[in-house]
């Protein structure tokens, strides 16, 4: 079925239901940002293949919702679906709750899957419709009756994570939650979010493409740990796992071991990471404490190993890039290059390095206009040749065993104008603001997020996106709790703690023409204690050079330039190690201080 006759049946099921609007999210039961195909329901029925978007259908309308990164490609391939595309202006604010509470009538109904919906989300939209007496119904499955050969639900093998990469066992870590369980008198713990439950278990998987992570649940008590996982494990992990008092039991029987195990007791649940149907299936008898994962905290705090590791990760992944640059400078002229030749050439370059497991995401290869596609992604119907002219923007990831990378830049293929130039170097000062910034401990990620932006603003130019994203250790390449965004919502309102691993891109996007991004990885590290209190500061542990050729030197400040000339001697030094002579002379070159 096409979009068109998909929305047609969903509104055929709404009639018969004594529904007014069905709405379909982007995520899955574990509120996961990127989904095993079998969750891709909402690409499914519109069309669109964002990561990012909520289908909402009435009985009349059928409506997407999507923030500024997708507003490009969402026109492009909603185009004749009949959907309408509704343009977010703050990207994750669920507007289109509004949109349902001024155009239905009241007293109507809303239905959903209950399991794709996080009990905030869900609370979220029972508050804003009770307004207008509208109310919603959680137990609607639309998709299953329609979806005919639908993907099942992955069950690949799982690998134990070695204590070389992890820094802590399984048994350790699980002690540590408990410990944090007895100063909070909590009893049990409910986990939903996937990177939280291969992190503490010390797990990981292939479920989800870039991810390494494995579809499952987790409870865990004062006395005992539960994975809830449809796998065929091999013998030696089973083992492994009951040795270290953690037991094994199907995906499907949380809710039934939660109402089983939680009577009276107090339970931990992060609101904005488990779904509704979980939720409900928690006895009334039981008090119900919403916070933050335990695991969610100590996960973002990178102990001493993964520092070290990642760290070296990104001399591996330096090293990749270098010579993707070096390889495309020297034979642009010679050979056929495109956005999707050049994304694979760049992961062969990747593959060659040690512990590299895959990409982190789908890269990002686009040529001139492509660039201003913020999320954009090359397909065999949009892929273009790369010319010895424009811009060329790469934003890429490797997942190595011991470290996950991040990184962005945009290089001039030829000679750039002026405009690209002052608009590049614009992001750049932004990308040093942030870089080299010194901080008060406590110091969150909407209180910062001005500095990147300030010179972009003063020009009156903006970017919709955020400017940067926590990370994980050989784990998502967007992971909380910390970020750095204009909003003062939950994910940027946590302070920056040592080890936290955040990426700062800023950027700008000239619809039809270009886009630029300046994007390193940086690792929040304690600077020193004054009579004010604790300093912290960050450390860049990206390792790439910056294209100089789109550079006015004249708008940088004299501590700018000595910024990056300081960062470009680092690559230098820690890249030219492991290259040829060629590539270490053309290095040398890109690195040459201002």
């Not at 640059?325 to 694979?344: A, R, V």
């Not at 830049?409 to 750049?428: A, C, H, M, Y």
Request: aromatic letters at 10%.
């Amino acid at each position: 079925m096409n979009p068109k006759e998909i929305v047609k049946k969903i509104q055929e099921l709404l009639k018969k239901n004594n529904l007014d609007a069905y709405i379909i999210p982007s995520t899955d039961p574990h509120q996961s940002e990127y989904v095993a195909n079998h969750w891709k329901a909402r690409e499914w029925a519109s069309g669109f293949t964002g990561s990012a978007g909520t289908l909402v259908i009435t009985k009349d309308i059928a409506g997407l919702w999507t923030d500024s990164r997708y507003f490009i490609q969402a026109e492009q391939q909603l185009k004749n679906s009949g959907i309408q595309l509704f343009k977010m202006k703050i990207p994750h604010s669920p507007c289109y709750i509004d949109w349902l509470k001024n155009n239905l009538n009241e007293n109507a109904k809303v239905g959903f899957d209950g399991k794709l919906f996080s009990i905030s989300l869900t609370k979220m939209i029972e508050s804003s419709l009770k307004e207008k007496n509208i109310t919603i119904d959680y137990n609607h499955d639309f998709i299953k009756p329609l979806w005919k050969n639908r993907p099942s639900i992955p069950k690949n093998n799982i690998s134990i994570h070695d204590i070389k990469f992890a820094g802590k066992t399984r048994v350790e870590k699980i002690s540590q939650v408990r410990s944090i369980m007895n100063d909070k008198n909590i009893s049990y713990h409910i986990l939903s979010s996937l990177d939280d439950i291969a992190w503490l278990f010390n797990i990981r998987g292939n479920d989800i493409k870039y991810n390494p992570i494995v579809i499952s649940y987790a409870l865990i008590t004062l006395d005992n740990a539960y994975l809830f996982i449809d796998k065929d494990l091999d013998d030696n992990i089973i083992k492994l796992l009951k040795k270290d008092n953690i037991t094994i039991l199907p995906y499907n029987s949380i809710n039934d071991k939660i109402n089983e195990l939680c009577k009276t007791q107090n339970i931990l649940i992060y609101p904005s990471k488990t779904n509704t149907y979980i939720y409900n299936s928690i006895p009334s008898s039981c008090k119900i404490i919403e916070d933050i994962n335990i695991t969610t905290t100590l996960k973002a705090n990178k102990n001493a190993t993964e520092v070290a590791n990642i760290k070296e990760v990104m001399v591996r992944d330096g090293v990749a890039l270098t010579k993707f640059f070096y390889w495309l400078e020297n034979n642009i002229l010679n050979e056929t290059i495109t956005e999707i030749s050049s994304d694979k050439k760049l992961e062969f370059f990747r593959s060659q390095q040690k512990n590299f497991v895959g990409l982190s995401f789908g890269t990002i290869a686009a040529y001139n206009s492509h660039g201003a596609i913020v999320h954009y992604e090359a397909t065999k119907k949009t892929d273009v040749e790369l010319l010895k002219e424009g811009i060329f923007l790469i934003d890429s990831g490797g997942q190595y065993l011991d470290g996950t990378t991040d990184i962005t830049r945009t290089i001039s293929l030829g000679k750039p104008t002026q405009e690209e130039i002052d608009n590049f170097t614009l992001v750049l000062k932004g990308h040093i603001n942030i870089a080299s910034l010194k901080f008060p401990y406590g110091t969150k990620g909407y209180q910062i997020d001005v500095l990147a932006r300030k010179f972009l603003w003063d020009n009156y130019l903006n970017y919709g996106h955020g400017t940067g994203h926590g990370v994980g250790s050989f784990l998502n390449v967007h992971e909380g709790p910390q970020g750095i965004g204009t909003s003062a919502s939950s994910t940027l309102n946590i302070n920056f703690e040592e080890g936290m691993l955040t990426s700062n891109e800023p950027g700008i996007y000239i619809e039809g023409k270009y886009g630029i991004r300046i994007e390193n990885l940086i690792l929040c590290e304690k600077d020193k204690d004054t009579e004010f209190g604790k300093f912290m500061k960050f450390n860049t542990v990206s390792l790439c050079y910056i294209d100089n050729s789109l550079i006015n030197v004249d708008m940088l400040t004299n501590d700018e330039i000595k910024w990056l000339n300081d960062y470009h001697k680092t690559v230098f030094a820690k890249i030219s190690p492991f290259l040829n002579n060629q590539e270490k002379e053309w290095l040398q070159e890109k690195t040459k201080s201002l």
